[in-house]
């Protein structure tokens, strides 16, 4: 009965531990930048990971007007949808116009828990709470400035919102994404409580994805 009350308490705490779930969510998102790239590889084209700030509970790919949900502006969600971009405009928000083309198209939709958020620049937590720059990427070992409407998101591809994993099984860009959890869950009070996590793209002719981990002891960022 000890050894079973030993267990059951790491459990819980790891469950209510912030840092699991940013961890959590950063572990999920690399395993799906990794299915976007066997998807491309598999069918022979470009898969687009699309970034999402608004999105509904809900959202989800079982119809048109619950997937519609994704591209609202309402609700307090974040996540991303993995689709094939077949009009070529960097987004899944209309590639389907039926059920069962919806099916064909869109491969996955993840939303964060309530609590997880991207990583906003305009928001940044003073430091050693949180990073001022993202992971550094070869050959910029310093990393890129979270600062300015350019990364105002924690997101740094350099072509914006989303990311593509192309058929030869490279990326479109280099770059990361950075999640975290914030007290309370309101970004506007600048205080980290889930520690931030990266999934890195670090290598477009590989498209190679890796995590890294903010460490504010060492005001730094360690590959896991």
Request: hydrophobic fraction near 35%; proline fraction near 5%; glycine fraction near 8%.
């Amino acid at each position: 009965m000890i050894i079973v009350g030993i267990l059951a308490t790491g459990v819980v705490f790891m469950f209510a531990d912030p840092t699991a779930k940013v961890k959590a969510a950063a572990f999920e998102m690399r395993g799906d930048f990794n299915l976007a790239r066997a998807e491309a590889v598999k069918e022979n084209e470009s898969i687009l990971v699309d970034f999402i700030f608004t999105a509904e509970s809900d959202c989800n790919k079982t119809n048109i007007a619950n997937f519609a949900k994704c591209y609202s502006g309402a609700g307090n969600n974040q996540g991303y949808v993995i689709c094939f971009d077949e009009d070529d405009d960097n987004d899944c928000s209309d590639e389907a116009a039926t059920a069962t083309e919806l099916e064909e198209k869109i491969i996955k939709t993840m939303l964060f828990s309530d609590s997880v958020k991207y990583y906003d620049g305009t928001n940044l937590p003073p430091s050693p709470d949180g990073p001022q720059n993202s992971p550094p990427i070869p050959p910029d070992t310093l990393g890129v400035s979270l600062t300015g409407a350019d990364y105002n998101d924690g997101i740094t591809f350099g072509d914006g919102n989303y990311i593509y994993m192309n058929s030869n099984g490279t990326s479109s860009d280099t770059g990361s994404v950075i999640v975290y959890l914030p007290k309370d869950g309101d970004s506007t009070t600048k205080i980290v409580k889930g520690k931030p996590y990266a999934v890195v793209v670090d290598s477009e002719g590989t498209g190679r994805v890796r995590l890294e981990r903010w460490r504010p002891d060492k005001n730094d960022w360690y590959r896991k």
